[in-house]
T-cell receptor
Framework: GENVEQHPSTLSVQEGDSAVIKCTYSDSASNYFPWYKQELGKGPQLIIDIRSNVGEKKDQRIAVTLNKTAKHFSLHITETQPEDSAVYFC????????????FGSGTQLTVLP | NAGVTQTPKFRVLKTGQSMTLLCAQDMNHEYMYWYRQDPGMGLRLIHYSVGEGTTAKGEVPDGYNVSRLKKQNFLLGLESAAPSQTSVYFCASSPTSGTFSSYNEQFFGPGTRLTVL
């Protein structure tokens, strides 16, 4: 089955700096890669996703890049703000597989004011 | 529109006891999922359902059973709880139509924190 590894497990940045979280996946058939944000005491919420036929996708301060050959994808957050502090999870799945997601282990991002 | 709700929010069980976690969604979604979240391990899929009356095993199904008798509800049962089942349980649902991102998005409930002594 699919295996997703995520790094780093914790990340602290100064407000206004950029943050990068990286993930690798094992199954070359996976073709959908979402990122979820989980605030304390809440369930995860989708913030951005990318399909395997796209190399990069951007939504305001958040961007995701995908390298299919190397089987890795990354989340980039620019101009970080204190409200970006949360746990971020990457995931991978195969379209048509009932959207079964395999999650990474999570990154605790702390934005210092 | 409440989205995905989970009952109860917290529960403490003794080893060997049984319980049922209830998940309800009011978005008319076809797909529903149960995950467990443990420190340092992300979320792992326990069971899922692609429609009323259907269920399937996920990555870590042992020790759990599920039922989807109504489209809006997905129940997770523990027949004989073990300390290894101490975890936070999340339910999620997903639509089957809409834009690519919208029909792939999973909407999560607030979670149930279960402790088995």
């Amino acid at each position: 089955g699919e295996n997703v590894e995520q790094h780093p497990s914790t990340l602290s940045v100064q407000e206004g700096d950029s943050a990068v979280i990286k993930c690798t996946y094992s199954d070359s058939a996976s073709n959908y890669f979402p990122w979820y944000k989980q605030e304390l005491g809440k369930g995860p919420q989708l913030i951005i996703d990318i399909r395997s036929n796209v190399g990069e996708k951007k939504d305001q301060r958040i961007a995701v890049t995908l390298n299919k050959t190397a089987k890795h994808f990354s989340l980039h957050i620019t101009e970080t703000q204190p409200e970006d502090s949360a746990v971020y999870f990457c995931a991978a799945s195969l379209e048509g597989s009932a959207r079964q997601l395999t999650f990474g282990s999570g990154t605790q991002l702390t934005v210092l004011p | 529109n409440a989205g995905v709700t989970q009952t109860p929010k917290f529960r403490v069980l003794k080893t060997g006891q049984s319980m049922t976690l209830l998940c309800a969604q009011d978005m008319n979604h076809e797909y529903m999922y149960w995950y467990r979240q443990d420190p340092g391990m992300g979320l792992r899929l326990i069971h899922y359902s692609v429609g009323e009356g259907t269920t399937a095993k996920g990555e870590v199904p042992d020790g759990y059973n599920v039922s989807r008798l109504k489209k809006q509800n997905f129940l997770l049962g523990l027949e004989s709880a073990a300390p290894s089942q101490t975890s936070v349980y999340f339910c999620a649902s997903s639509p089957t139509s809409g834009t690519f991102s919208s029909y792939n998005e999973q909407f999560f409930g607030p979670g149930t924190r279960l402790t088995v002594l």
